[in-house]
């Protein structure tokens, strides 16, 4: 019951973006998918981005609020590397896996949600990085970091506000042209 | 209606910003004009996903700075794989390329050393390089003329040394060194240290520490000391790694320094693989130096120390040469095949600052950067 207890306290903490909470979830689970991946031809630095990116697919799925958790966190982190890693292998064609331990749940929709995030979020990070500055500084100023156009036009150095939000609309359409032609490309 | 006006109505309408009336009618053109409707599902759409990316990116970095953070506490298992089982790994892992490599390598080995042979210049002029060591007395003297400003230099000198060791002494030249192991083992540059009588290194918090030398390689200008002091506390790992490879002409660099008091961070690129007059031992790099950034690591952006910072050429703007970081390996099989003592000396391989962005890599890297002091 206790152990429960401190599992849920810690994906509260994960959805409240607690560092204190991430940091517990990343220490008590990264040796095992360490000694998963080393132990199959992978790095520790194939270890870190594998893990990582398991983080980011519980991270997702606590934020989204729907989550419910029915088996040990440790299982539910190794499942999706687990499968996280048969992917990459299988991209490399080396596909086998020895493990020590056989404690895994299917985890395929989560894969599936994953993926999809996944391809959005490089898209908009390419849609991002060939859209070029000023305009990536103006969005990110306005859209990420929610400051007003009177604060940008001062940053940027527009003359007034309306100059600013003019611009801003231009770098905007520009940015959802750049993203929407490539989420095409990969949503089929 | 043009796109921009468009746009900015769909943005008020999603964040609700608009007046009563005005919303009521744009409803009811949303409802008559499909290709607003289309614009308001579109831009909701877009705004999401502009969301969600920002918030993956941020929780990325997240998890960059508490994987560096938990693995200098060595609370996550440092990545080391030992004896055997390290043996077979690289060796499934690596054959293919090896071979290929190693027959590459013999052929260009064999060309290139023709080639030098043929071309290499016959005579040296060795003055043209200044090694960058700082001569702490030299800048007391230029300060004098100022007039008040020396004593206060001259005291914080002076205050530093009474404060490291009963006998006082002061310290007249310097450079940089950094750690190499945890138990306190630092490199520089051999003529930072050389003639010394007493060397003590200044960690960035400006507490000094006594050390003595216990390697140099004079041609290859590199010196191994020991931290020997009892206040010395050494930490669980490196955040760093040494290269053993090369670098690659036109990487991007940056460095840490004690060209004066404070730690001074530097970027440049490699500009040539070989040194001065095509001496193989060392690189060109193009960075700023100054006095006292001999012995400064030079890194790559994953934070593995391709080189350490040894001199420039006297007339030409930015020429700065390093040496080549494989040659700390060696240095390192010279010291412990000479003294068994130093066998548990092990030099970092892995570096937990790939990812993280320049200003996290410096604040971890500055706490492991020594100015070397000499008398």
Redesign the interface.
Known sequence: MKAEQHQIALLQGLAR?D?KA??TI??EN??LI?ALV?NN?GS??D??DIF?EA??VL??KV?SGSFELNCQLKTFVYSVCRRLWLKRLMQQSKYSLHENTEDFVLVDEEMEEHEK?DN??TV??KA?GSLGEPCKSLLEAF??QKKNMQEIAGTFGYTNAENA??QK??C??RL?KL??TQYKNVTP | MD??TI??AVERYIAGDMLPDERVYFESLRKSNPEIDQAVV??TF??Q????????RQ??A???E??I??AERG???S?R?KGRAKVV?LF??YKRTAAIAASIAGILMLSISAVVWSFSPKSHSPNEVVNLRRDISNITQQVDKIGQKTNRLEQQVNDVAAQSSGIAPVYTSGGTGFLIDTKGYIVTNSHVVENARYIAVQKSNGQDLKAKLVFTDEKRDLAILKIIDTAFKSPASIPYAIKRSSANVAEPIFSLGYPRNDIVYGEGYLAAKTGYNGDTLSCQISITANPGNSGSPILNRNGEVIGILKGKQSLVEDAVFAVRSNYIYDALAQLQKSDTAYQNIKLPT?SSL?GADRTQQVKKISDYVYMVKVN
């Open positions: 973006n560092r991430i940091e990343y220490k990264f040796n360490q080393v031809n520790t630095e270890a870190k990582q983080m980011i991270y997702q934020q995030r959005e979020f908009m990070e991002m859209y990420l939000k003019t609309y231009k905007l359409m959802k993203f929407f | 796109d921009l746009l900015d579109e831009h877009f705004l996903q502009m969301a969600r990316y920002e918030n993956t929780f990325k997240v998890l960059d508490t994987h953070h938990l609370e996550i298992e990545p794989l790994y499934n892992r892995n790939k």
